[in-house]
Each structure stands twice: as C-alpha cells, then as structure tokens.
C-alpha cells in the first residue's frame, strides 16, 4: 500500500505517497506529490486509492500477472510505514487488491525481511556478515541473547527490545558491528556490549 512521508526539501516540509512496485528483477519507488499540508485519515485513504488506481490501470487481462509479483511491494511498503505485518493489515490489503490472503501471508512468511509481530522500541541489528563473522560476531549475538534472555528475532516481554541478525551493516571496517535503530556501533565487544545495552534499559 502507499504510504506517506514527509520530506524536507530545502527547508520545506512537503508530503509524499510512496509506493514499491515490481520492475523485472528489482524494486522501483514511485512518488506522488501530496502537498504541503499533512492530509487527514479520510483524505488519505482515497490518495492512496486513486494513486494506487492511476499505477495499475492496467487492461484487466493483465492485472493478475501484475498483482501477484506486486505481493513482495506492497508488503515492503506495509511495513515500512508499520514497522510490522499485522494480521488486520494484510487481511485489508487482502481485500482491497483482490489478492487471495493465502498468496499474501505465503509471501509474508517465506521472506525473512519480513516481521508479523510488532517490532520493540529499540531494534538491535547484529552483523553476522563475513567481516564481523571472521572478528566473533557470532559469539556476540549469543552473548545478547543472554544479556536480553530472548533468541534472534524475538522481542523483549516488555516490548523495548527486539533482536535481529544481518548481512552486512556496511561498516565491515569497523567490525564487529551493530546497528540499533539508525545509530551504528563498531569495533564491539562484550564489555561494550554490555553498556549499550544497559543504556537502553
Ligand atoms: S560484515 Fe558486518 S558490517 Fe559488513
């Protein structure tokens, strides 16, 4: 689904639908421009409707063929504007582009990029890519599955903290790294690791 975002161009606050589609092998972003006043819940649901329409007009024999490879967009799109899949949501995404709710929830659980639960305030990103590997991160991961008492991918029983694994964080030059929300932090270690996460506490 679209979804909206404000973006700041020099100095100005203007407001974006964004939308994931399917281009051959790889994802595309289409933009439209809203305006600068943020829309309320009503307005914005029929942007997304008509932006939706005006990208899918499509001959009606086609539009099977452009749905179904469209699953992996709109889910995309779905959890950045909700950090998660809910089941409410993808039954309503189900409904309102006439995709079978078996084909969207076979999507949403073959690609690990994708969470159905709700993610916690502070997502912790261990590297496990072959820089921060070859330096322990593997050890460190288990580490923080201790120090937090849940395993990869789980979060925290009072929803602060959510555990993850990933393939590169693009600062191998400063591995072993992590990634906690935005911020990134390198060259750790358990004493380290140890702090930040008792900061988070
Ligand atoms: S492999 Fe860990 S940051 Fe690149």
């Not at 979804?3 to 399917?22: A, E, G, M, S």
């Not at 322990?136 to 979060?155: M, P, R």
């Amino acid at each position: 689904m679209p979804y909206l975002k404000k973006v700041n161009i020099n100095n100005n606050d203007y407001y974006y639908l964004f939308h994931t589609v399917r281009d051959g092998d790889k994802f595309r972003k289409l933009s439209k421009y809203i305006g600068k006043e943020k829309p309320d819940e009503k307005e914005l649901e029929k942007l997304r409707k008509d932006f939706l329409k005006e990208i899918h007009k499509l001959p009606e024999e086609k539009k099977e063929e452009v749905k179904k490879p469209n699953v992996v967009a709109i889910l995309q799109d779905l959890q950045e504007e909700k950090g998660f899949l809910s089941r409410e949501d993808m039954i309503k995404i189900s409904k309102e582009m006439g995709i079978p709710g078996v084909d969207i929830s076979g999507v949403a659980t073959f690609y690990s990029q994708f969470r159905q639960t709700k993610p916690g305030k502070y997502k912790i990103s261990m590297c496990t890519g072959t820089a921060c590997h070859v330096k322990n991160s593997g050890a460190l991961l288990s580490y923080l599955e201790e120090l937090l008492g849940i395993k990869a991918g789980q979060t925290t029983k009072d929803e602060k903290i959510t555990l993850e694994f990933v393939n590169c964080i693009g600062a191998c030059a400063k591995a072993p790294a992590m990634m906690i929300n935005n911020t990134v932090y390198g060259e750790l270690d358990k004493k380290k690791v140890k702090k930040i996460v008792e900061s988070l506490k």
